[in-house]
């Protein structure tokens, strides 16, 4: 099986399977991780790195998979760092949204690397959320952090409770701890601006 391509092989497999591995689009083949066949797609057709599926990008996939040589393929081939979700659902979701939802971490210094904005919001909300409020609903401490070293603004009310006391609830202790850290050292850098 060594000798044997990722496409060749996913080619007997489609075969076997009864699928045709040659009909799938750029989405299909990221999910399956066929980077190869991916390669294959935008090599064939630029236009790929910003085909829509359900109003994602490739970009926002791979981000949601956290798969940091896509992301960096994806950016490489021209992928828009700041494109929004469009569609019914979470409009105007970025790939940063996505990579912070899930803590991929990497991902996240990735897209920041290249530009990516860490107050864009989404319109889940009525008030839209922002990368940080998926971060801390889930617990990703670390991604917390680094979005607020890079810029984040304080995270809004969650779930109807300040962050600091939605974290304590969740049991997030060390997402808590971040949160009082920074908002302490903003209390004092305001009060020195006065």
Known sequence: MENISKISFAVMV???FGTNVLAMNIFEAMRVNNRDYVEQIIQDDRSQVEAREDGQTPLMLA???GDEALVKLLLKEGAMVNAHRTGFCHRFSTALHFA???GHQNVVDILLKNGANVNSK?????????P???ALQF???STVEKLLRNGAKYPKLVEGVFPVVFAKRKGYVDAAKVLMTYAKKQVKHNSLNY
């Open 14 to 16: 489609s075969v076997f």
């Open 63 to 65: 981000a949601a998979l």
């Open 100 to 102: 912070s939802l899930y």
């Open 122 to 130: 989404d319109d889940w909300f009525s008030d839209g959320r922002r």
């Open 132 to 134: 940080i409020d998926y």
């Open 139 to 141: 617990g990703h401490t």
